[in-house]
């Protein structure tokens, strides 16, 4: 599969009749159109629409069809030879080559102009014999759904894959323009969810002074994004879902607004105001009372009260048994550097990791039922689990056995082998390392490694990773550590069980 064409932020623009059969007019679309995506600073691509009108249109209909396209398609007929100096035109103006095929001689005209990108209408997602056709042509593809049933998007999706074709997909309404209550913009997110692998944009056909759509798309998940374009004169006027240069300028910077709005996939870190901001809001705590040096502090002792000073323990800090390293005067904030606050570590620790667990088994969609037992594995003590351990969810252990593994991101299981028991490992979510026998693999979702009996292995995760393990019987006593300290523990000292996550055990 040639996967070195990246479809995300691509802008495409649909020339498809708007030329009006004029070879001229078609290239004073391309240079607008350009100028206004190098004003924008996107990347786009110009998208023409083959057709060999001689074969496509059957004889009987090339005069007087009752079908609205015909009469458009052969009054804005252009030549093998007039798409090659519109497709030189766009490779001047540094925009990406694109076409869309409705039949296979076109396909065979995309490559002979050397075409980058093809594209499958929606009309054509089903046509078998042109698909079959475009997966031959080694280019990249992009495939539209307007019409689709899941299933025909299904077959098309495994079609592709299959074939290696190099794909992404629109979400993509045919009606044209398309009102609101027709859009179905929440579809984008359900393709990304159903095909995770790949990029997923929005064809749109709203009127072209709406902006709102883009935005919402964006919003969904769109990262490719389409329109028609086209140019109005005396004597040509645009569709009803075309967009001038002035409404595509409109329209590109809405696109960019809302990816501005939706931000990044990652959670960032609050910036500098933002944390000032919420500063000022905050209650600081307070003494109520002389307080002596070394004393310990209740609820009693102390209010809340805005503001929270830099540097001052703040309402949420405050825990019973906090230390005072110095007196204290009523009403006087108490400051962080002089105090000394009491924690459990080691539980503390274990409370975080279940949170942070629970969010990477929500994000990876797995679901547990509500009689596991969740044991903690923690080689070197509760203090060290955060880079020392992993957590494991046994799901059944008879003949055959079964356990979700768990390791939060910067996790390490150290070096051991097993003489009872065989293991494959398959990883569900992240990214798992495996050193095995001094062997470093990498494995993605999907993957899978054997560990047999008397192999050394040992594991991390920079990511954080959930993997199943699908083992023969497990036995308590069949780990054994290339760390010979660990091997002196008892079972209880490496290991914290408990049902379910433990409310009323840790």
Request: proline share 4%.
């Amino acid at each position: 599969m040639r996967g070195d064409f990246d479809f995300r932020d691509l802008f495409v623009l649909d020339m498809a009749n708007n030329h009006q059969g004029q070879l001229e007019h078609g290239l004073r679309i391309i240079r607008e159109v350009a100028e206004v995506t190098r004003a924008e600073g996107v990347r786009a691509a110009l998208k023409f629409q083959f057709r060999e009108l001689e074969s496509f249109i059957h004889p009987t209909h090339r005069a007087g069809s009752g079908n609205k396209h015909i009469p458009r398609f052969l009054s804005t007929r252009l030549g093998p030879d007039q798409f090659a100096t519109l497709t030189e035109e766009v490779r001047r103006q540094a925009l990406v080559t694109m076409a869309t095929p409705f039949d296979e001689a076109s396909v065979a005209l995309i490559e002979r102009l050397g075409i980058e990108v093809v594209k499958v209408a929606s009309a054509s997602a089903t046509d078998w014999p042109l698909i079959e056709r475009i997966a031959t042509c080694n280019r990249p593809v992009i495939f539209s759904t307007g019409g689709l049933t899941l299933k025909e998007i299904d077959d098309l999706v495994s079609f592709f894959e299959h074939r290696r074709v190099h794909f992404a997909i629109m979400h993509c309404v045919s009606i044209y323009p398309t009102p609101d209550e027709r859009m179905q913009l929440r579809q984008v997110e359900t393709l990304g969810s159903r095909y995770p692998n790949h990029v997923i944009g929005f064809s749109t056909h709203e009127r072209p002074e709406d902006t709102a759509p883009v935005g919402v798309a964006v919003a969904s998940g769109a990262r490719m994004l389409e329109r028609h374009v086209g140019i109005e004169t005396d004597a040509i006027k645009l569709n009803a879902y075309s967009s001038t240069p002035a409404q595509l300028a409109a329209w590109i910077r809405a696109a960019k607004r809302a990816r501005a709005l939706v931000g990044d996939e990652t959670r960032p870190a609050a910036a500098v105001e933002e944390k000032e901001s919420l500063l000022s809001l905050r209650r600081g705590v307070y003494v109520r009372r002389p307080v002596k040096a070394g004393s310990a502090l209740t609820a009693e002792d102390v209010y809340f009260a805005m503001p929270c000073g830099e540097g001052q323990l703040s309402s949420g800090q405050f825990k019973n048994g906090i230390l005072t390293l110095k007196a204290l005067e009523p009403d006087q904030a108490l400051c962080l550097e002089a105090l000394e606050i009491p924690h459990n570590p080691e539980q503390q620790v274990l409370f975080t990791t279940i949170h942070t667990i629970k969010a990477m088994l929500n994000q990876a969609r797995i679901v547990l039922n509500t009689e596991f037992e969740a044991e903690f594995s923690h080689h070197y003590g509760l203090a060290k689990f955060p880079q020392w351990g992993a957590t494991i969810i046994s799901c059944v252990n008879r003949t055959y056995c079964k356990k979700l593994v768990i390791q939060t991101p910067g996790q390490r299981h150290p070096s051991h082998y097993h003489k009872r028991k065989e293991e494959t490992f398959q990883v569900l979510h992240g990214i798992l390392e495996v050193n095995i026998e001094g062997r470093r693999r990498t494995l993605s979702p999907g993957d899978t490694l054997l560990v047999q009996q008397g192999v050394w292995h040992e594991f991390w995760s920079d990511t954080g990773v959930i993997f199943e393990e699908i083992s023969t019987t497990h036995y308590n006593d069949d780990s054994f550590y290339e760390d010979k300290e660990i091997n002196r523990k008892s079972r209880d000292e490496r290991k914290t069980a408990v049902n379910h996550w433990g409310r009323y055990q840790i």
